[in-house]
């Protein structure tokens, strides 16, 4: 509560016209002048008392109206940090939210949705534009994310450091508000000269006079001019000023110290923003690609492929446009080609639509759609080395100018210039505004008497200029180029060698007849378009030649139709009876120890008595001799053999896992050598399988049963056995439920088929027509109670066949043809 003044009044002890009479005497005068005296020293002292009393509730209010309003500023500085902080914070958090969505979307177009799982691959030169997109956008995916992560937890660590230590309001303390505050009987203490000052005629205190000799500056006078409750205000309550004043035009100290922690973050800042745009980008490309793709590949359609690569080439060029706006260097790549990447898409879909197109197949139409895929590679050849170019930093010769809502950076900070419109970047300034009021504290603490002094501007430590990030996004950039070199070379390679040359058969079933409606490959594929595809695989399509057969065949079934249907009226031939095959007798073999046989193969002269496990033993077709056991050696980890056949090169052996084993020569000193030889079948679930060279060939020729499967199918090897291609298919009989065992000439012509119930049957591959039965269950003298394992063909029509009697420790029999 601010001291009450008491009021102040004058008396004279004589009005001015009365005048003292000549007869007064001397004492009289004296008395009357003392009175005046006293009168006015009581005056005088009443009056410089009420102005202490004023003077120290003025001091009281001026200290809190100080303190209040360096708190409210202090209260703005620390938003001014908040603001900035936030600002980096909500763009980083906005690109990191970004981020995560896309890569769930990246991921599902690399590996839910990827190409050739349901339908048949797209040719190797769109691939290649595809990969090469989709895996550069997760790139910068990956890029920008991070940078992303840093700037935002280093905002948010600088902001905090700056408000927790630097950027304080200044809270007066208990000792500070009693120094501030006086009490009534601190008047006694005053000077003699102060408290009797007589108004007017004493001069008015005065802190500094202007100076002529100076040029009107002003300098502080006598402390004397001064009241002594005075100077115990400023010894009391302004003992730490003397400092050198702010000027007009300096700084507050919160804006250097932020500007200094920016250095920090600002690289990752604005490398973050542009790897959403590079990302976007590629992504936007190969999401182009990849709708084309499903469109022609899987739903067979032509105009739909063109709407959607329409929607995501506009998407791109619009964001290219809005966010690449200045140019980047002028001495740089400034080819735009950002006007030209985003049709990529429109050149690619125009080769898809003529790749999977009705017209004829020729050199000339395979020559345009390479054309134009070399056209693609070139275009985003070159706009990776504009991406280069863009992100690039520059530093400027001079601060930017300040306009009102526009960004601002100091000159130290080396950003692309093509983004500059873009980055949305906010530095703390180095100047205030003309008008702005300086910062309270640093005037709270200047001295009175030195208001022309300048006080230095306090700066966080320095700091190298944050091109790390740049460093680190160069790094993307640069790969991405090197990217683009690599595929291009290696679609020379394959234009050159063939397309898939140094491939061996995709991983994915080839069979017919299709389960499902079959799709058309691109002929640029594999060099035709003579193959029929479907979730399953691609099924060759009849050639040329052999659609003119065809179209033979129906012109002919229409003709011989109706003869067939009158014979059919007249009656049925009669059935032919079929001869009974030739009884099996049973042969009396002692088998090695541990030997337990199920399978057979022959080469005419020997006979070869397979186990699953790797092991097996050969003994003259004529019985005669020992058995000799040998065991195969280069089989591990390829599983169980299923089925064998000996030829004149050697032993043929199909394993569980789909791998063809060459055994060549024959054992020795009880041991086979065997190597893997051609493509794996590419599938699971074999249940029997056989593989023999057709003769005179280097091919392959292979028949497998799949499980739960009721058919045969017949595979034949190209020439380098690198791919398997579906020859046939035929019924396999199954007995109990279970598959039969298959057994293949050394031609590779003949297949023997045995059932489960002791059948045997005979079918050639190449003529067709009905199968050949060689044994019956009736025809063994050792049928009943027995387990039938393997059988093999010993020329013309006869057949060894192993069988194992139910019971324990029962022995595999062998049986032979009779004739």
């Known amino acids: 509560q601010a001291l009450s003044a008491p009021s102040v009044s004058f008396a004279f002890p004589f009005a001015p016209h009365s005048l003292p009479r000549a007869s007064a005497t001397m004492p009289a005068v004296v008395a009357e002048a003392a009175a005046a005296t006293a009168a006015a020293a009581s005056g005088a002292f009443n009056y410089n008392r009420a102005n202490w009393f004023f003077d120290n509730g003025l001091r009281f209010g001026r200290f809190n109206t100080g303190y209040s309003m360096a708190m409210a500023q202090a209260s703005m500085y620390r938003e001014d940090i908040r603001d ?19 890569f769930v979307l990246n991921f599902q177009l ?81 000077r003699v000269a102060d408290v009797f000052r007589i108004p007017f ?41 003397g400092a050198a004043a702010p000027s007009p035009d300096s700084n507050p100290e919160h804006f250097e110290l932020y500007r200094g922690l920016q250095e920090e973050w600002w690289g990752y800042d604005i490398y973050g923003r542009i790897g959403v745009l590079y990302f976007m980008s590629h992504w936007l490309t190969s999401a182009s690609l990849y709708s084309m793709c499903h469109v022609f590949g899987e739903l067979r359609c032509l105009w739909p492929a063109w709407t959607v690569t329409a929607c995501f080439v506009t998407a791109h060029y619009g964001i290219l446009s809005l966010d690449i706006i200045n140019k980047p260097t002028a001495t740089g790549f400034n080819l735009p080609i950002e006007k030209v990447v985003p049709f990529v898409p429109v050149i690619a879909v125009l080769g898809m639509s003529i790749d999977y197109s009705v017209l004829t197949p020729t050199i000339g139409w395979q020559t345009f759609i390479y054309f134009l895929s070399w056209i693609c590679y070139l275009i985003q050849f070159f706009w990776a080395i504009r991406l280069y170019s863009l992100a690039a930093p520059m530093t400027r010769a001079r601060d930017m100018q300040e306009q009102p809502g526009q960004p601002w950076w100091p000159k130290e900070w080396a950003l692309p210039p093509a983004f500059e419109d873009a980055l949305y970047m906010v530095s703390a300034p180095k100047f205030l505004e003309p008008g702005q009021p300086t910062c309270l504290q640093q005037e709270m603490k200047a001295g009175k008497g ?8 306090k700066k966080s430590r320095d700091y190298a200029p944050a091109l790390l990030p740049w460093k680190m996004f160069r790094g993307a950039c640069i790969t991405t180029i090197s990217m683009w070199v690599l595929i291009m070379v290696g679609r020379a390679f394959e234009q050159v060698n063939g397309e898939r040359f140094l491939l061996k058969q995709e991983g994915r079933v080839e069979r017919w007849p299709s389960h499902m409606q079959p799709w058309m490959a691109p002929w640029t594929r594999k060099g035709s378009r003579n193959e029929m595809c479907h979730a399953g695989g691609c099924d060759r399509r009849l050639s040329a030649v052999e659609q003119a057969h065809a179209q033979m065949a129906q012109q002919l079934l229409a003709a011989l139709g109706p003869i067939a249907k009158s014979l059919d009226a007249a009656g049925s031939a009669p059935s032919l009876v079929e001869p009974q095959p030739a009884p099996l007798l049973s042969a009396a073999v002692s088998w090695p120890a541990q030997l337990q046989p199920t399978l057979l193969a022959s080469n005419g002269e020997s006979l070869a008595v397979l186990s699953r496990s790797h092991h097996g033993a050969t003994l003259p077709t004529a019985l005669a001799g020992t058995p000799e056991s040998f065991s195969f050696q280069g089989l591990d980890g390829l599983g169980e053999i299923l089925g064998a056949s000996w030829g004149r090169a050697g032993l043929m052996l199909t394993t569980a896992s789909g791998a063809v084993a060459e055994c060549p020569g024959s054992h020795a000193v009880g041991a086979w050598p065997c190597r893997q030889v051609g493509a794996k079948f590419g599938f699971e679930g074999l249940q029997a399988a056989v593989v023999a060279r057709i003769e005179g060939t280097t091919k392959l020729r292979a028949a497998i049963i799949l499980t739960g499967d009721d058919s045969i199918l017949l595979l034949d090897s190209d020439e380098h056995g690198t791919e398997w291609l579906p020859a046939g298919e035929v019924h396999a009989p199954m007995v109990f439920g279970r598959a039969p065992h298959l057994s293949m000439s050394s031609s590779a012509e003949e297949l023997v088929i045995s059932m489960a119930d002791g059948t045997v049957l005979k079918r050639a591959i190449a003529g067709g027509g009905a199968p050949k039965r060689l044994a019956s269950p009736a025809s063994a003298t050792f049928a009943a109670g027995s387990m039938w394992h393997g059988a093999c063909g010993l020329g013309g029509d006869r057949i060894a066949h192993l069988a194992t009697p139910f019971g324990a420790d029962a022995a595999p029999q062998l049986f032979l043809s009779s004739a």
């Open 84 to 102: 900035l902080t936030e600002l980096t914070v909500t763009k980083q958090d906005t690109y990191h939210t970004v981020g995560v969505i896309f």
């Open 201 to 241: 005629a004493m001069p008015a205190p005065k802190e500094s006079v202007a100076d002529p000799e100076l040029g009107g500056q002003r300098v502080p006078i006598s402390d004397r001019r001064m009241p002594k409750w005075y100077h115990d205000e400023v010894k009391e309550l302004r003992k730490d000023e």
């Open 110 to 190: 690399i590996m839910a949705g990827r190409l050739g799982v349901h339908g048949p691959s797209p040719p190797g030169w769109l691939l290649g534009l595809y990969w090469t997109n989709i895996c550069s956008a997760l790139m910068f995916l990956v890029t920008f994310t991070w940078t992303a992560m840093h700037a935002s937890a280093r905002a948010t660590a600088g902001g905090a450091y700056m408000l927790t230590r630097s950027v304080r309001l200044p809270i007066p303390t208990p000792k500070m508000l009693d120094q501030a505050r006086t009490t009534g009987n601190t008047y006694e203490k005053q």
């Open 450 to 457: 030195q208001q022309c002094m300048t006080a230095p501007m």
